[in-house]
């Protein structure tokens, strides 16, 4: 599904991704992990398309086609999903007017009918279930006013209508408190199918406890300095990263 | 900005074209004689005469304002033509009896004037450079008593309101461009809701400039008599030219005791091109006064001329009387904007609200300018103000000036001001959920301009919408 291979971006002047490669498959759950800095969540911005970041060298195809020739938009419409680290507030625009208007986009990309309001409300309300929110989700303006938990929450909810085929969690386990953490990790867990993937971006091992990954990456300095599986990650709870980074640096 | 939002094109003004249609126009210049010239051509009473003429004097003693935050050349007032009409309108013709050139530049602009076509519920006076083409539904309106027409209609048919009415709001000596109005304006619609009245329809006027190095200066009068309720609005366009021309006109509400007044404004005049040629000097004065009881409100979505210069103003006149601005402000490219409102607090309990979004994009410059003023004896006086600006890329600005006059400790304001600045990472999130950028800017702007919108009558809301996300296409570099 997604092919990375030998990515390297730059921010400014400043080279953060120094040649990653990462191959995700339908299905799969890949957790990314790493110390602050290493280049997690850009990596994971690289992938959505932030006009912040250069791509300088690599390739990234997604099921089949040259991810980095695409608009952020057009790598949207076609199933790629970024639940933002910081997710941002648009005053004034109803969540419910919001996710229309992206649903909406999507279907047209994919050739369909765009849905009306009546229709789409019934899809929503179903999948507001998933988060454990109220209907009053709805009328509230994108993001704005919200708690950060309520701002994750969204995120989730908006993933769970929105139907990515490739889903990326930039460090959504971020600020939330333990019942906040559960009730996204199980959203996420909900939306789970054979032909759909998800990249956990998460700096701790807590949130892969409910969302278990197959494979597990370390990222440390601009590199995957080792993979594994889910058990990579329980070692990096017990021994922390420096071992890891220390390992890295003589590599290096 | 980057390039992600870089890359959006200009898209051409669709209003720019011109009509040809043989004119009757005034030679250009400005005296007595044009003043004397423009009252016979509109077959006017001695006593209108008389008070243009008073108006010239007067603004022949004046000098042009120059505290506006705004820059543009020294206008040439003799190198104006105050006068142009298309030759195929005859005075007081029905609606059969338009010109179908007329009829047909109309239908361009997306307003239909032949009865059936038309929208249901909204009646229409359509004015070309000096004079109304046609007023829809007046029979329909009739039966209600309401009185909806032309300016030059009313003086003719309806002197003594006219004559009661006209300078009671805005006297002519008032500022320079409300004197050069009172002394040389051409056309403009006449409203008169009689007591009680609810107007069965909205009321709407359209003003069209066509002709070349010719001002256009309508005169609107509105009169809600007491009880009465009227919602009335207003659009403009303009053909592009590289020269500017001036549009200095003049609205004036009277809300009687117990009235109600809405007045919604839907201003596209000719912006001028993206470097900055061309387009409207919209000067304009408007104010309403309010009697006990009584409520205007003011809405406007201002995207269009070189240079606005107006005030919506209430003079709370009643006791328990209420006004209200609610404005949007765009300017693009060159565009520069110094708007606001006056609320003149006078009778005891008065309230008024003042809502403005201001939205500077391209080397836009956009100023808030408002007084609220409390005068001795408006005890329990209420205002609240909130105004917010929103800048689109770094070249462009936003200013604000209030004013605020209090001589009565019992009254209660509030004053809050914002300004924010349209982001790449909202934009990028709104991308990452598959709208493109032009669709992530107009929903932005569209949710910063909420509180606005929703004061609009709906038929104009979708449109209001719709127009600030072109004027802002381009904006973002």
């Known amino acids: 599904m997604l092919k990375i291979e030998n990515l390297t971006a730059n921010v400014g002047d400043k080279q953060i991704l120094k040649g990653i490669s990462l191959s995700v498959n339908p299905g799969e759950v890949h957790a990314i992990m790493g110390p602050n800095g290493s280049g997690k969540s850009t990596l994971a911005q690289v992938i959505a398309g932030h006009p912040g970041y250069e791509v300088t060298g690599g390739t990234v195809t997604y099921e089949g086609q040259d991810l980095l020739d695409m608009d952020a938009e057009v790598r949207a419409q076609q199933g790629i999903f970024l639940a933002f680290q910081y997710p941002v507030e648009i005053p004034g ?117 409910y969302i278990v990954p197959d494979f597990v990456h370390v990222l440390a300095q601009g590199r995957i300095v080792r993979s594994g599986g889910k058990d990579l990650a329980l070692e990096l709870e017990e021994r922390g990263y420096d071992w890891l980074l220390e390992t890295a640096g003589a590599s290096a | 900005m980057s390039s992600s939002i870089e890359s959006l094109v200009n898209k051409e003004y669709q209003y720019g074209f ?16 044009t003043v004397r010239l423009i009252s016979a051509r509109k077959r006017e009473p001695e006593w209108l005469l008389d008070w243009r003429l008073k108006a010239f004097r007067r603004w022949q003693a004046m000098t042009e304002p120059r505290w506006p935050n705004v820059k543009y050349k020294t206008i040439d007032y003799q190198a ?93 000596s008032d500022n320079y461009f409300a004197a050069l109005n009172s002394a040389v304006f051409s056309d403009g619609s006449f409203v008169y809701i009689p007591k009680g009245v609810r107007c069965p329809l909205e009321l709407s006027t359209y003003f069209r400039i066509n002709a070349a190095d010719t001002g256009q200066f309508e005169r609107t009068l509105i009169v809600a008599d007491e009880g009465a309720y009227v919602s009335y609005l207003e659009g403009c366009t303009a053909p592009k030219r590289s020269t500017n021309q001036l549009h200095a006109a003049v609205v004036e509400i009277v809300s009687l005791d117990n009235a109600q007044v809405k007045y919604s404004t839907v201003q596209n005049w000719y912006a ?44 709370l006149q009643g006791d328990n009387s209420v006004g209200e601005f609610y404005s949007v402000a765009v300017v693009n490219n060159y565009q520069q904007a110094d708007t606001g409102t006056k609320m003149i607090h006078i009778g005891k309990n008065t309230k008024s609200t003042i809502i ?122």
């Open chain 2, 272 to 315: 001028g091109d993206k470097d900055g040629v061309g387009g409207i000097y919209n000067f304009v004065t408007k104010r309403g006064k309010a009697f006990t009881n009584s409520k205007i409100s003011w809405t406007q979505v201002e995207t269009g001329s070189a240079i606005t210069w107006k005030y919506p103003s209430v003079i």
């Open chain 2, 80 to 172: 104006q033509t105050y006068y142009s009409a298309p030759r195929s309108v005859k005075p007081l013709q029905s609606l059969e009896e338009v010109d179908p050139e007329l009829l047909k530049t109309y239908e361009k602009l997306g307003i239909s004037l032949n009865e059936q076509k038309r929208l249901s519920g909204v009646a229409v006076d359509a004015i070309f450079d000096s004079v109304s083409v046609g007023t829809t539904m007046k029979a329909e309106l009739k039966k209600h008593g309401v009185i909806f027409c032309s300016f030059g209609e009313a003086v003719l048919e309806h002197p003594e309101l006219v004559q009661r009415y006209l300078g009671s709001v805005v006297p002519y």
């Open chain 1, 93 to 209: 625009v109803s969540n419910a007017y919001f996710l229309r208007a992206a649903y909406n986009e999507i279907r047209k990309a994919r050739g369909e009918e765009e849905v009306d309001p009546m229709e789409f409300l019934d899809v929503m309300t179903e999948r507001l279930k998933i988060v454990e929110m109220g209907d009053d989700m709805l009328q509230r303006s994108v993001n704005f006013g919200f708690s950060g938990g309520e701002k994750k929450r969204n995120e989730i909810f908006q993933m769970a209508v929105l139907e990515p085929k490739l889903a990326i969690l930039d460090e959504t386990d971020s600020g939330l408190d333990i019942d906040a953490l559960r009730i996204v990790a199980e959203g996420v867990n909900k939306l789970k199918r054979p032909d759909r993937s998800t990249i956990v971006v998460t700096h701790y091992q807590r949130l892969l406890n």
């Open chain 2, 18 to 33: 011109v009509t040809d249609v043989e004119s009757d126009a005034i030679p250009p210049g400005l005296s007595e004689e």
């Open chain 2, 356 to 477: 403005s979004k201001g939205i500077s994009a391209g080397h836009g410059q956009n100023s808030y300018r408002g007084q609220v003023k409390v005068l001795g004896k408006a005890s329990g006086a209420r205002n609240y103000t909130q105004c917010d600006s929103m800048l689109i890329g770094n070249q462009c600005g936003a200013h604000t000036f209030p004013y605020i006059e209090i001589a009565n400790n019992t009254a209660t304001l509030e004053h809050e001001a914002s300004t924010s600045k349209i982001g790449e990472d909202q934009i990028f999130y709104c991308k990452q959920r598959g709208l493109n950028t032009e669709h992530a800017i107009s929903l932005i702007v569209a949710g910063f301009c909420k509180e606005v919108f929703k004061e609009l009558p709906m038929e104009f809301a979708l449109e209001a919408q719709q127009l600030l996300g072109v004027s802002l296409e381009g904006s973002v570099g």
